[in-house]
């Protein structure tokens, strides 16, 4: 195996010099030995060794992407979650940064690992205020959380508007003629505000500003780590309606989706039966059968800003802590039917 001794002696320079070249701190290296370095580098297929490399420069130039699920989840699976850390691994990588997802049941093990790994950062999805808040007082490395709403002034946050994303998707169901409507969303924990209730808070605005009510029926909240039988009841419900419910509000993608499919297996056709808007615009989105009519938010956008801000942090910029707030728009395709004006006066 080739040593770094192995290149120094052949390019006659020494091996602090070489590693030098290997670690980019090229300073105290000449163009001329820098040049001859590499092309040794490269004719002997010399693979660096990390650790070494890692205790040399104090860095690891690894980032961490952290996921909260249940013990044994697969968190990937999830199609927003992997499109997000999709699109961050090449962001990391076109830094020359390593990307490592880590799932945790609980943000103790967050504390717990951050303290013994040498990374140079991470990046949250969907942090708690309580959680974002102790990590960001016990962690002291570059940290950017998504979808974070905390009240903490010292906090990196990149969001979307989701308060806007409901306004819009009851805005285009009333365009469309539907006025009886139901909300389905993942749960979570109650008095804490996240990006479900801040996207049933924008669709119940607009309901109220027509004086519009809706009863405690309208409203489903399904456990995302087993939802079927929750859908299930939601399809029996529709069908025993006789008609009155016209459309669903969906708070995500996924969650949309998987309700489609539960109302085809009982017989109901979207958009002929009922009517489904969703929220993200995965990628997969377009490619569903009818298309799926949902608030878009640019994942690649929200990406891009949070690995700017990350790696402005690790390079020693002096960024004072930022609250990021992307716009949102409606993607209308396939799902929303629209009602005739009879079936509006109706409702």
Same mark, same amino acid.
């Given at each position: 195996?080739?040593t770094l ?10 091996i602090?010099?070489?590693s030098?070249v290997?670690?980019g ?6 163009n001329?030995n820098a ?8 004719n002997?297929?010399y693979?660096?060794n990390? +650790?070494a ?5 104090k ?12 013990q ?11 499109e997000?850390f999709?699109?961050?691994?090449g ?6 940064y390593y ?5 945790v049941t609980s ?8 303290r013994?790994w ?5 990046v949250f999805?969907g942090?708690?205020?309580?959680y974002s808040?102790?990590?960001q007082e016990?962690i ?6 998504t ?7 010292n ?5 979307i508007?989701d308060?806007?994303?409901?306004v819009?998707?009851a805005?285009?169901?009333l ?6 409507l139901?909300?389905?969303g ?6 804490e505000k ?9 669709f119940?605005?607009v309901?109220k500003?027509?004086?519009i ?6 409203f489903?909240y399904?456990p ?5 039988d929750c859908l ?9 309606d ?7 509000f969906v708070?995500?993608?996924?969650l949309?989706?998987?309700l489609?499919?539960?109302l085809s297996?009982?017989?109901i056709?979207v958009?002929?039966?009922?009517s489904?808007?969703g929220?993200?615009?995965? +990628?997969?989105?377009?490619?569903f ?13 929200k990406v ?11 390079e020693?910029?002096n960024?004072?802590?930022?609250n990021?707030?992307?716009?949102v728009?409606?993607?209308e395709?396939g799902s929303?039917?629209?009602?005739s ?6 409702t």
């Amino acid at each position: 195996m080739v040593t770094l001794k192995d290149i120094a002696d052949e390019a006659g320079v020494s091996i602090a010099t070489v590693s030098n070249v290997i670690n980019g701190n090229l300073s105290k290296v000449s163009n001329d030995n820098a040049k001859r370095i590499r092309a040794i580098i490269e004719n002997r297929h010399y693979v660096p060794n990390s +650790s070494a490399r890692t205790l040399a420069v104090k860095s690891s130039h690894i980032i961490a992407g952290i996921l909260m699920g249940a013990q044994g989840a697969n968190m990937l699976k999830d199609p927003y979650c992997a499109e997000f850390f999709g699109e961050l691994v090449g962001a990391v990588q076109d830094r020359g940064y390593y990307f490592m997802v880590r799932y945790v049941t609980s943000y103790d093990e967050v504390i717990k690992s951050l303290r013994s790994w040498n990374v140079d950062g991470a990046v949250f999805i969907g942090t708690s205020e309580v959680y974002s808040r102790k990590i960001q007082e016990e962690i002291h490395i570059p940290l950017i959380f998504t979808d974070s709403y905390t009240t903490q002034q010292n906090i990196n946050n990149v969001g979307i508007d989701d308060f806007k994303g409901g306004v819009l998707a009851a805005e285009y169901f009333l365009k469309m003629g539907h006025r009886n409507l139901s909300f389905v969303g993942y749960t979570y924990p109650l008095m804490e505000k996240s990006v479900v209730p801040e996207r049933l808070g924008g669709f119940l605005s607009v309901f109220k500003s027509h004086n519009i009510e809706m009863s405690d029926k309208q409203f489903f909240y399904v456990p995302e780590s087993a939802p079927d039988d929750c859908l299930n009841n939601i399809a029996s419900q529709l069908m025993e309606d006789n008609g009155g419910i016209t459309g669903f509000f969906v708070s995500a993608d996924k969650l949309a989706f998987a309700l489609i499919r539960t109302l085809s297996n009982n017989g109901i056709k979207v958009p002929q039966d009922i009517s489904v808007i969703g929220f993200d615009d995965l +990628s997969i989105t377009s490619d569903f059968m009818p298309g799926l009519t949902t608030i878009r938010q640019n994942i690649s956008r929200k990406v891009q800003i949070v690995a700017d801000l990350l790696f402005r942090q690790i390079e020693g910029d002096n960024v004072p802590p930022v609250n990021t707030m992307l716009d949102v728009e409606l993607i209308e395709r396939g799902s929303v039917k629209f009602l005739s004006k009879k079936r509006k006066e109706n409702t």
